[in-house]
């Protein structure tokens, strides 16, 4: 008897496991099935016409002629994060969170001069920090599917497509950001523009630095013939091997960027513990003015330091 309780034990235990892992592969499918859709496809299912697809992804990319403001970096920086919110919207959201953390730093005794001085720099510095945060994202992301992309033009190249289908299928077949970007080309291609002239408002709407090769290839066939296919053969062999150098470089200056991190924490930490040990630790320096002074003083030292070190495990090439 007690053996064919076993037996029940083991069968509801395994029957378990298995509803458990068919849940998880229903789950991973579906979410496979929403990343393989990108921005220019959902556009595409809501049943408009190819040209409003192409004005609604340039005017959420800030590309339709109308800047908020007038300074070209920020709007060139806005371009290339890939964030669709509007300038306004994302500057209010900015300021909102710089005036919280002033508001914050003024209830535990920041002077109000000081607060003053501090909420234009953080409503300057904050926005411009989170886009090339965003940027960074971005640019990693479309470098580790540019190699891919250029095989799949190479293949469709290779099945007797002209470049533009063979752009085209990759803005259907591969997830955002490279889909929507390539599907832009290919879209300015249809209403009228040339290849070249679209491959460089590719790069100049992206930015990332492997492009010029794509773009220069491209722009070298298109003036004076030669194979293509072997061309980008080549390319996408060299852009994989130098994001595999990249990653190596990464790997072996993570020291530097470990000793950053930890000499940011330690201090930040340490704080933080004696605040909550022993709360009135500093109740008679907290009021003071000088204290803001030396702790603002410390902070842009730390940043300073910060900075060198992140600048000494950076390498570029």
Known sequence: MSGMLYVVYAGAALFGIMIAEALYLLYAGQKDRRA??????????KKISQEQVLIQLRKERGLDGRSFLSLESLKKLRVQSGIIMPMPRFLTITSGVALAMVATAALY???????FL???FLCFVLPVQVLKFRRGQRHKAFGIQLPEALELITRSLKAGHPVPVAIGMVSREMPDPIGSEFGVVA???????DLVSALHNLYERVGHEDLPLFVTAVSIQNSSGGNLREILDGLSTTIRERGKLKRKVRAISTEGRMSAYILTAVPCLLGVGIMVL???????????????YLLGGSVAWLMLGNAMMFKMASFKF
């Open 118 to 120: 501090v909420f234009p």
């Open 187 to 193: 879209d300015e291609v249809t209403y009228g523009s």
């Open 109 to 115: 005794g920041l002077p109000l001069l000081f607060a």
């Open 278 to 292: 022993m709360p009135s630790f500093y109740n008679d320096v907290w009021n003071e003015p000088m204290t803001w």
């Open 36 to 45: 393989a859709i990108n921005r220019r496809v959902k556009l595409q299912e």
